[in-house]
């Protein structure tokens, strides 16, 4: 089954909002650390935002900084990226990804075993 589940994204014109969630189960129930990560057609995948679970430590791409909330629920196990102000250069799919152990490289994508199937969000000019 699939570990990590996105839902939220959608088609939005430049300056319009989204939210997004990521439902976590499974293996990847309670993770020590969760983030957010983008891939837009041709180009790498890059870091967006990461939370640690228990302290709430929060990390932030420059890109999206003052725009987008990393958030969770500990009840829900379920993680948010609040995302306003969108350009069209936030259009990718976006991945959320968890790792239940300790790991310093929050940005990195090795620092994570669970992946979800990504949501496409789509920001028009």
């Known amino acids: 089954q699939v570990p990590l589940v996105e839902s939220g994204g959608g088609l939005v014109q430049a300056g319009g909002s989204l939210r997004l969630s990521c439902a976590a189960s499974?293996?990847?129930?309670?993770?020590?650390?969760m983030a957010w990560f983008r891939q837009a057609p041709g180009k790498e995948r890059e870091f967006v935002a990461a939370?640690?679970?228990?302290?709430?430590?929060?990390y932030y791409a420059d890109s999206v900084k003052g725009r987008f909330t990393i958030s969770r629920d500990n009840v829900k196990n379920t993680m948010y990226l609040q995302m306003n102000s969108l350009k069209p250069e936030d259009t990718a799919v976006y991945y959320c990804?968890?790792?239940?152990?300790?790991?310093?490289?929050?940005?990195?994508?090795?620092?994570?075993?669970?992946w979800g199937q990504g949501t496409q969000v789509t920001v028009s000019s």
């Open positions: 990804a968890g790792n239940r152990v300790y790991s310093s490289g929050y940005g990195n994508m090795a620092s994570y075993n669970y």
């Open positions: 499974g293996r990847a129930f309670s993770s020590y650390r």
């Open positions: 939370i640690t679970w228990s302290t709430g430590n929060t």
